[in-house]
């Protein structure tokens, strides 16, 4: 909408008394900056494609990486460790992966061996990512307790996947694509944010 403004979406948030010290707990995809850092030193952290390449290249898509690397894993854990200690208030941080994962996911057979080519487009990929930041979100715990992962439960990502997730130290956050399911005794809250028309969807014990 071009007559919602930066300003006006700003005001928003504060109305919906979003921010503050604890940071926010909104996960996006968390990335997108990777392309950046290691396209040419360690390409080999990227997802692999379809044609035989590395996705190198933000656009389109944003930035996607292999989930079974164990460097990537290494490299997303001291990000998440690096961000907690110089922001030691902060209680969030996203791992998600890039936009349109049935499209730039990464080929690699361990990759491809989590994903699941039975389930419905809705979860083909909820194994590979949701194990994935489990496995961060356990290991981010040992040095950084009561600190949070945060995902979307979005895309090919969307249904639950074949294993609990780790509700001690990871934070879901449904998008519109999600299936509309609540875990039970949860109530849904949706809030709107103007500046991006994009509901965020929030899941409070009852």
């Not at 956050?173 to 399911?181: C, E, F, H, L, V």
Request: with cysteine.
């Amino acid at each position: 909408d071009p007559d919602v403004t930066t300003a006006d979406g700003s005001l928003w948030l504060r109305r919906m008394r979003f921010g503050g010290s604890m940071g926010s707990p909104i996960a996006n995809h968390s990335f997108n900056n990777w392309v950046r850092r290691f396209a040419k030193t360690k390409p080999e952290y990227l997802a692999l494609q379809a044609d035989g390449t590395r996705k190198t290249s933000e656009k389109p898509g944003g930035g996607h990486v292999c989930l079974s690397h164990p460097g990537v894993f290494k490299q997303t854990v001291a990000d998440k460790l690096e961000r907690f200690e110089k922001n030691p208030l902060n209680k969030f941080s996203a791992v998600m992966p890039g936009d349109s994962l049935g499209l730039f996911h990464c080929r690699c057979d361990k990759c491809m061996d989590q994903v699941n080519t039975k389930a419905s487009e809705q979860g083909a990929f909820s194994n590979l990512v949701w194990g994935y930041v489990n496995r961060v979100a356990a290991e981010v715990a040992k040095k950084a307790p009561g600190k949070y992962i945060t995902c979307c439960a979005y895309g090919s990502y969307r249904r639950r996947p074949d294993f609990p997730l780790m509700r001690q130290h990871q934070r879901k956050q449904i998008t519109p694509a999600a299936d509309g399911d609540s875990p039970e005794g949860h109530t849904v809250f949706t809030l709107f944010r103007p500046a991006t028309c994009c509901p965020y969807v929030f899941l409070q014990k009852t």
